[in-house]
């Protein structure tokens, strides 16, 4: 693909999050989202280091996502060391109804997520999905948060932060903690910035105005919903959306074009976030991931507009799309 090795070997700032513009969302190795062939998770983490990306994302709930991420680090670690990149995972959500907030279940996650991922400290640890819990497990004495900035202190994790879906909670969790004088260091939204939602517009300001440094858009293809065939099986969306998805990735094939590097492209013009998490199955996403983001970053540097027949197409897609432009999905689902 031409791409070009931006890597170089330098370590990452440890006073600031310098993260590469693109996070490895390495969830697709649990392999609920497509399968994944053995030798890909390496090879795929090596891709990704040689194209300049400097940080992962993975959780205890993504089946053996750490172990295998982990798997990858130590065999790489010669070649790039654990000072070249930042890990960012997660704590308190183990199962698809499995949560413990509590603070000796916080510690013990750390300490196994450590372990998995050859590490002897985290960068970012994320509460993980907390509009599932009662506000006080969060927030509380004894709660995740509690619990996190005091290992953040000990100087296990570097950076604390909060994941979920609805935004308003996200909000009510950054607003309590920045008015208690110990602001949230790291938000993560997911699905809130893509081509059929683009919510999370509305609430980066508000996240600032709480002291949150850094801002994170996930799903930038809405968990696997933007791209040609049909979404995971347990996706949320609805029929009528997945149906709207169907004809928009019809059409943009029928105009050469390809539904998920279009909702990439799109994600990646978002400006004040500080970078997007993206799923990357194997080496191939890599480089496609890689190539659309130097796409995107020559466009802005040379001030060049969307191409006419690519901004037609994006039009399109949204009209239909439009019947269910922000409409979030519930979460948790109502049979939760």
Request: proline share 4%; glycine share 6%.
């Amino acid at each position: 693909m031409g791409l070009m090795h931006l890597y170089q070997h330098k370590e990452v700032s440890n006073d600031k999050l310098e993260v590469s513009e693109l996070i490895f969302g390495a969830a697709v190795f649990s392999g609920w989202h497509n399968h994944i062939e053995e030798n890909w998770p390496l090879l795929s983490v090596r891709r990704a280091f040689e194209l300049g990306i400097n940080a992962f994302d993975t959780s205890p709930y993504y089946g053996d996502s750490e172990k295998i991420l982990g798997s990858a680090f130590y065999t790489l670690r010669e070649e790039f060391p654990r000072s070249s990149y930042y890990i960012f995972t997660k704590v308190g959500r183990y199962g698809a109804k499995h949560f413990d907030y509590t603070a000796k279940q916080i510690r013990e996650s750390v300490k196994e997520s450590c372990k998995r991922l050859c590490t002897d400290y985290l960068d970012v640890v994320y509460a993980h999905d907390v509009e599932f819990v009662k506000f006080e497990d969060i927030v509380g004495e004894g709660g995740a948060l509690h619990e996190l900035f005091k290992l953040k202190e000990q100087g296990k994790i570097r950076y604390v932060g909060i994941s979920g879906y609805p935004l308003d909670v996200l909000f009510k969790v950054a607003r309590f903690q920045y008015e208690r004088d110990q602001p949230i260091d790291v938000i993560l939204s997911y699905s809130h910035y893509c081509l059929h939602n683009i919510k999370l517009v509305d609430y980066i300001q508000k996240f600032r105005y709480t002291g949150v440094q850094y801002i994170m858009n996930a799903s930038p293809l809405s968990m696997g919903l933007l791209r040609n065939g049909k979404p995971p099986e347990w996706h949320p969306a609805s029929t009528g959306l997945r149906y709207a998805v169907a004809q928009s990735a019809l059409l943009a094939t029928e105009n050469n074009f390809n539904i998920s590097k279009l909702a990439l492209q799109f994600a990646l013009y978002l400006d004040d976030i500080t970078s997007t998490v993206i799923g990357l199955s194997n080496p191939t996403e890599v480089e496609e991931a890689i190539a659309s983001l130097q796409e995107v970053q020559s466009r802005k540097r040379e001030e060049k507009t969307t191409p006419e027949n690519e901004k037609r197409i994006l039009n399109e897609i949204h009209q239909i799309l439009e019947p269910y432009f922000n409409r979030s999905w519930d979460s948790p689902p109502k049979d939760h």
